[in-house]
């Protein structure tokens, strides 16, 4: 009878240790993928139905040790739907980065500078991201409102996950501007010559395509405080080109300075009616606490800087050194 039960307690033993090895292995068996793989799981996918789909690829042996350790912890059924990137760690780990929804996340970036046509243009070639906007309707879409969008996307890089929409994505950019817009405006200079937040952001729009450094933001937008001010014309090229839109071939003509649009500030007095590009936060900081100077022109110097000028026959002297005397 001890020799029966010692034999019993023995066998249980040796099975025990068995089934524990047979369990590492398992656990620590892994993903048979030579290079990190892109793997979806559909919506409604279930743990049996994954250790199939893998087994089918070759990724794994079989299911059924698979299915055992799924009995042992039952939170390794819970499939989250998603693109994943599966890699050559152990299976286990790899089903558990679905548990948690670990997806592949993409990204799209909005340039400092862009202007919305070009945000757009960019946004439809994104990959992995739903085309949904309504180019008849974007507006309303995306600030729900029919305030023109050009200006209200905040440059920055936005990540998203497969088969997100790209209207969701520039939702995000939107909140985010008129988030750093208003928290900005709070803490605006007294005498600014515009009285709006939105009026800033058109004003800080300029600022953005006019410098080739950013250091000198403030003080692009101190001249245009001054010019606008002293009711003088911003005179500002960028602003032209807006007007000028697809159709501009990347130079200024004398008749596009004559020519009268909305945008054209040889022509009009005061701001643009809408920003013309995606502007920095260091721009609409600029444009609502510019600093104090004297300056009312710049040229630019050819390299991305400008030289500032307070009187005309210093601009002038400045035109004759950087523009004229180059292009002689």
Aim: proline share 4%.
């Amino acid at each position: 009878m001890l020799k029966v039960t010692l034999s019993v307690l023995l066998l249980a033993i040796i099975t025990t240790i068995v089934g524990y090895q047979q369990l590492q292995a398992t656990i620590t068996s892994p993903l048979l993928v030579s290079t990190n793989t892109h793997f979806e799981v559909k919506k409604g996918t279930g743990f049996n139905q994954l250790c199939k789909q893998w087994q089918a690829k070759g990724w794994l042996e079989n299911c059924w040790r698979y299915q055992v350790v799924a009995k042992l912890d039952p939170t390794l059924t819970d499939l989250k739907a998603g693109l994943y990137e599966l890699t050559s760690d152990s299976v286990i780990t790899n089903i558990k980065k679905i548990n948690k929804g670990d997806q592949v996340s993409f990204s799209f970036t909005i340039i400092e500078g862009q202007n919305l046509r070009e945000v757009l243009e960019a946004i439809k070639k994104a990959n992995n991201l739903q085309n949904d906007l309504k180019d008849d309707a974007l507006s309303m879409q995306i600030l729900n409102s029919d305030m023109y969008l050009e200006g209200w996307l905040f440059p920055d890089t936005y990540h998203y996950h497969n088969n997100d929409t790209a209207s969701s994505v520039l939702k995000r950019a939107a909140v985010k501007m008129q988030q750093v817009l208003e928290d900005a405006w709070h803490e605006r200079s007294d005498d600014l010559p515009y009285d709006t937040a939105y009026k800033a952001l058109i004003m800080a729009s300029i600022i953005e395509k006019e410098t080739g450094l950013a250091s000198e933001r403030p003080l692009i937008a101190s001249a245009f405080v001054n010019r606008l001010n002293t009711n003088m014309r911003l005179q500002t090229d960028p602003t032209v080109i807006y007007g000028i839109g697809a159709d501009f071939d990347g130079d200024i003509k004398s008749k596009d300075l004559r020519d009268y649009t909305p945008y054209n500030t040889y022509r009009i007095n005061g701001l643009p009616p809408t920003p013309i590009a995606m502007p920095s936060k260091a721009a609409i900081l600029a444009a609502v606490n510019p600093p104090q100077s004297d300056y009312v022109y710049f040229v630019s110097k050819g390299d991305g800087s400008h030289q500032f000028s307070t009187t005309l026959k210093q601009h002038n002297v400045a035109v004759n050194t950087y523009i004229l005397n180059k292009k002689n």
